[in-house]
């Protein structure tokens, strides 16, 4: 995955809340992302409380090889789901977590750049737990996200 823009070292302390509603449905992406219904996932943005997970699933060294270097705690995915929000209200950057059927929280990420106002063309990537690899969520995620 080519680097992606979130540089740690330029994030600040934010006041902004978090904590996105599970179901979200407006068509307004800047106000919150949809919820997109997979065969045995689901993708919507990022909750605080992801944070945890995206560590233990992005940081092995078998995932970490493939991406731009993740953060490295907790507080520092914490402050990574807070810039991805900051993106999206700014009408830039949308990252959707994955979330497997009958589990609660994210183990990766479907992410979105506008290189150009109105995403008119855009660079994106994607991270997922290597214990989801080879179960077709990517396929299908990238078609739900593309569309």
Not at 88 to 98: A, Q, T, V
Not at 112 to 136: D, N, Y
Request: aromatic fraction near 10%; hydrophobic fraction near 40%; proline fraction near 5%.
């Amino acid at each position: 995955m080519e680097k992606m823009p979130y540089q740690p070292e330029l994030d600040r302390a934010t006041t902004m809340s978090t904590t996105a509603t599970a179901a979200t449905t407006t068509t307004d992406w800047r106000s919150g992302l949809p919820v997109l219904a997979g065969s045995n996932f689901t993708l919507r943005e990022l909750r605080t409380d992801d944070a945890a997970s995206l560590l233990a699933m992005l940081t092995t060294e078998e995932v970490a090889r493939f991406i731009s270097p993740p953060p490295t705690t907790v507080e520092g995915f914490e402050r990574f789901i807070a810039w991805t929000h900051r993106g999206r209200l700014n009408g830039d950057f949308i990252c959707f977590g994955i979330v497997p059927q009958g589990m609660d929280s994210a183990i990766g990420l479907f992410q979105s750049r506008s290189l150009e106002p109105g995403f008119g063309s855009c660079e994106w990537g994607f991270a997922m737990g290597s214990s989801f690899w080879g179960t077709g969520v990517f396929a299908e995620g990238a078609r739900l996200v593309v569309n």
